[in-house]
Nanobody
């Protein structure tokens, strides 16, 4: 089993900043992609940002230049630094981690989601 623990959401005024964290734990052999998604009321879940094991990043057009995704491989943790927040960034943010669990002899792929953390940006 792989568990994800998210933290860092909250209420902030427009123009402010928040930093989300997501720590993965369990019988992890390797982690490939780590990412953040968000879902606003009445809308579909969408990709916000993702980062590969090699450090390649991908961002939604709506957050480019404002959000930065990073990861600490030693801690199995992914971060999302969100600056210049806008009311339209209000959503529940979910962490997603993909990799393999087990050992070098027996590995099983996993694709795990966090419980979600609320981000609310007031105007």
């Amino acid at each position: 089993q792989v568990q994800l623990v998210e933290s860092g959401g909250g209420l902030v005024q427009a123009g402010g900043s928040l930093r989300l964290s997501c720590a993965a734990s369990g019988s992890i052999f390797s982690i490939n992609a780590m990412g953040w998604y968000r879902q606003a009321p009445g809308k579909q879940r969408e990709l916000v940002a993702a980062i590969t094991s090699g450090g390649t990043t991908n961002y939604a057009d709506s957050v480019k230049g404002r959000f930065t995704i990073s990861r600490d491989n030693a801690k199995n943790t992914v971060y999302l630094q969100m600056n210049t927040l806008k009311p339209e960034d209000t959503a529940v943010y979910y962490c997603n981690v993909r990799g393999a669990r087990g050992t070098s002899v027996v590995r099983v792929p996993f694709d795990t989601w966090g419980q979600g953390t609320q981000v609310t940006v007031s105007s």
